[in-house]
Nanobody, 115 residues
Framework: VQLVESGGGLVQPGGSLRLSCGAS????????MSWYRQAPGKERELVAT????????NYADSVKGRFTISRDDAKSTVYLQMNSLKPEDTAVYYC?????????WGQGTQVTVSS
């Protein structure tokens, strides 16, 4: 099983980034997919979730209206479009797959928002 994130980097406040997470080794379409993030000295927090099947989405209040999670089951990939980025969005972003009781994590990708 692998979850491989990409698309992180350094961006100025107000800018945009698109994260991708490619999955392999499991039936991607059957898993709820999420993005988490962890800033230095803080606990890991849930950013956004997209369910399997219906593709319903949920977001943390701090990113609502700025971030969009989506998935392409044909490509076994989940995305996180991040707009209007703020310095407080700086964190390592992790891809997460869940089909209870199974859970998988990616290795993370760094997002830094700074001028």
């Amino acid at each position: 099983v692998q979850l491989v994130e990409s698309g992180g980097g350094l961006v100025q406040p107000g800018g945009s980034l698109r994260l991708s997470c490619g999955a392999s080794g499991f039936t991607f379409s059957r898993y709820h997919m999420s993005w988490y993030r962890q800033a230095p000295g803080k606990e890991r927090e849930l950013v956004a979730t997209i369910t399997s099947g219906s593709g319903s989405t949920n977001y943390a209040d701090s990113v609502k209206g700025r971030f969009t999670i989506s998935r392409d089951d044909a490509k076994s990939t989940v995305y996180l479009q991040m707009n209007s980025l703020k310095p407080e969005d700086t964190a390592v972003y992790y891809c997460h797959a869940r089909r209870t009781p199974l859970i998988y994590w990616g290795q993370g990708t760094q997002v830094t928002v700074s001028s």
